[in-house]
């Protein structure tokens, strides 16, 4: 569990302990809770940070306008983002959409951390 985590379910805990009866309190609970949960269910799961993916994510527009001389990987430029509805890759070169996922007001387990490793380009 991250730092940042501990002292916000911390934080929340104290709130509740002040009044315990009032609505903010029951809800900094129910908060804290999920938090406790969640960072238990990441905790328990093997969710990498090394490199896993299995399949790429390219625009089509990018890979139809391909240079011989480059791999998809030089040649993208994508960013990607948290949405309302959950996370949408864009397509930079072309100002479009690649995909755009709607995780349906669910909350998802994930690994924010980094691995600690020099980079290929003298970048930590």
């Given at each position: 569990m991250t730092a940042a985590v501990k002292n916000t379910i911390k934080w929340l805990r104290s709130y509740v302990d002040e009044d315990p009866h009032t609505d903010a309190?029951?809800?900094a609970k129910k908060l804290a809770d999920k938090l406790e949960h969640w960072?238990?269910?990441v905790q328990n799961r093997d969710i990498?940070?090394?490199?896993?993916?299995?399949?790429?994510?390219h625009c089509g527009k990018c890979i139809e306008s391909l240079p011989p001389?480059?791999?998809?990987?030089?040649w993208a430029q994508?960013?990607?983002g948290w949405t309302k509805q959950?996370?949408?890759v864009w397509c930079k070169r072309h100002e479009c959409n690649v995909v755009h996922i709607d995780f349906e007001g669910?909350?998802?387990?994930?690994n924010?951390?980094?691995r600690e490793s020099t980079c290929k380009h003298g970048r930590n």
């Open positions: 309190a029951r809800q960072q238990d269910k990498s940070n090394d490199n896993k993916i299995g399949m790429y994510i001389d480059k791999s998809p990987r030089e994508l960013e990607a959950g996370l949408q669910q909350c998802h387990p994930a924010t951390t980094r």
